[in-house]
């Protein structure tokens, strides 16, 4: 014991020292790297997950562009940040196609997700921003232009930074959370003290999928509504100036599309921006040239209508596309269409809670259209480089002058997948 005793405290007067020393010299801590949030997220995924490809799956990752000489600094880089009870598997299609234009691609993993539901039961809306903050700083060390994405929670959490951070040159939105659909969502973090689960763990809904939660605690919902209320504040005080690409399905379950189609009009007026919009609604005089809407009713896929998170996957995704192995049964149907669904019946595609006769939905995760949307997206980020200059690095090969860019945007629509 007293052998122990001696070498913890020589531990402790080791790093003591090693402190003292750092700030006697007027040194700062190394600053956070991607590769130290990858390889603690591989910590926690491994205490969690028996299998290596499970912890594949919800880990951090990079994709690298071809660059056009070994060694080169790229010219742009996205990190890419994911929702509520999601993972980086979110970002899986969306990230290969961005690499493949010339982009550095990096995804992270929020505190409390990727692992099991419950530890969502503590964490606080602090720690995602802490996330977001360290990384992009890590990824602007990389990179000469840094952009940011996210898709629902996500792109709540890298809009508030684009707001207080000029540097950053335009935003990547997929169904961004700033208002939700629920009048009431203001009380969750009340309700969270008392009521740490809407929906209690053991009954018959699904605690989580291979890469995704399917129950989140409540607390999970009072940070998703703080993260929203500190975004619609920003949103209120003035018009977001750079680029950003935006996507939302008008019959979203989660969040108050029209909202986001009016947000988009009115405070993202930068003429690269474009929003993709499946599902029809009356279009403005001028919105043509920005907003494209397609129909998210697709029969040939047996799409009912459009989900929250099925326009991040191609219908390749091996887990989520139309022959994907992960199924959401779940889908708000009675405990018949739930049974048959899980049995492996034929099924049409929804957001929650859509029914309609003879049918069974289950949750629509994968997007028919996503090819187009990947080169809509691509356009805006390539208008929004050119429109401040080519940053330092290596030029991206086959890239467009922004007026080039923006006739791409404005002419490669098609009218049905």
Known sequence: MKVLRTALLLAVLVATGAQARAAASGLSPEPPTFAAHRDQAFDRLRARWGSDDAVTLNAPREW???????????????????????????????ARDLAAGGILVRTVLLPGHGTRP????????????????????????????????????????????????????????????FKSDVPLDWMTPLLARVRPWLLAPGGRAPLQNEVRYLTVPTNGFAQFYRSSQAVRRQLDERPYGKPVFMVVARN???????YLLDTFRDRFPHPASRLIWYGETPARPGDEA?????????????????????????????????????RICWNGQDEAGLQACERGAEVWYSDWGYREANKTHARLTFNPYFAWQSSIMRSVLDAAADSRGRPAGPAVEGSPGIGEALRRISFTAPAAP
């Open 290 to 326: 920005r907003i494209f809407v397609r129909s998210d009713r697709l029969p040939e896929w047996r799409i009912s209508q459009f989900s929250h998170m099925g326009i991040l996957f191609s219908p390749a995704n091996r887990l989520y596309g139309d022959r994907g192995t992960s």
């Open 64 to 94: 690298r562009p071809a660059m056009p000489r070994q060694g080169a600094k790229p010219a742009r880089g996205i990190l890419l940040v994911h929702g509520l009870g999601d993972s980086p598997w979110s970002f899986h299609d969306v």
């Open 118 to 177: 419950e530890d969502l039961l503590d964490v606080d809306v602090e720690q995602w921003r802490q996330v977001v903050r360290e990384q992009t700083e890590a990824l602007r060390r990389d990179v000469g232009q840094v952009f940011l994405g996210g898709f629902s929670t996500g792109a709540n959490l890298v809009t508030e930074y684009a707001y207080a951070n000029d540097t950053i040159a335009g935003l990547v939105l997929f169904s961004p959370g």
């Open 252 to 258: 979203d379950s989660v969040l108050d599309s029209a």
